[in-house]
């Protein structure tokens, strides 16, 4: 199930509104130029399987297709082509490689945040109020709800799991 009813929300082949066209090839065209590797170098790197068939993209035959008559085999499919065509993840706005490097970043971000430095992140820089949200947490699942509006499902969230659950009630 997509995470919107809205097309402009997914995330995908042909969902690309035509004032962006140019911006699309532009961006293909300076990753040629440039050598960007493989979409399936790409998923190697992050540690997934490579993909062998068309179908282990997308289960959409239009987009398997599509694929099949510009690159003649997945090994020739370009970075921003495939991360774009694969399957959105289920509960998820990204598909899986786009996700994890996503995610790669956004902890590595995290761990250069100037806020995880003791000369910033100390009980003088926050109120005592701040400083017990700030404190309060113990796993990432109570980071991830406490964003989440009011009345929203719980979620069990591991970085060591590979899906988010709902949390038994």
């Known amino acids: 199930m997509p995470p919107t009813n809205q097309p402009t929300g997914r995330i995908g082949l042909f969902n690309t509104d035509g004032a962006l066209y140019d ?3 532009q961006s293909i065209l300076q990753a040629r130029e440039v050598q960007v590797a493989s ?17 282990q993209i997308s289960a959409d035959a239009r987009v398997q297709q599509a694929l099949c008559d510009l690159y003649g085999t997945v090994d020739r499919i370009e970075y921003y082509v495939g ?6 993840r289920s509960n998820s706005a990204l598909p899986p490689l786009m996700g994890r ?11 250069t945040n ?3 430095a003791s000369r910033v992140f100390n009980k003088q820089t926050f109120s005592p109020l701040g400083m017990a949200m700030i404190e309060a947490p113990t796993r990432l699942s109570d ?12 979620y069990f969230v591991s970085l060591t799991r590979r899906d988010w659950r709902r949390s038994p009630d």
């Open 23 to 25: 911006i699309e090839v």
């Open 39 to 55: 979409y399936n170098d790409y998923r190697a790197n992050c540690r997934f399987p490579r993909v062998t068939d068309f179908n």
């Open 83 to 88: 991360i774009f065509a694969e399957d959105l």
């Open 114 to 116: 100037p806020l995880l």
């Open 143 to 154: 980071l991830v709800q406490r964003n989440l509006p009011p009345g929203a499902p719980q």
């Open 101 to 111: 490097m996503v995610g790669v970043d956004a902890f590595s971000q995290a761990l």
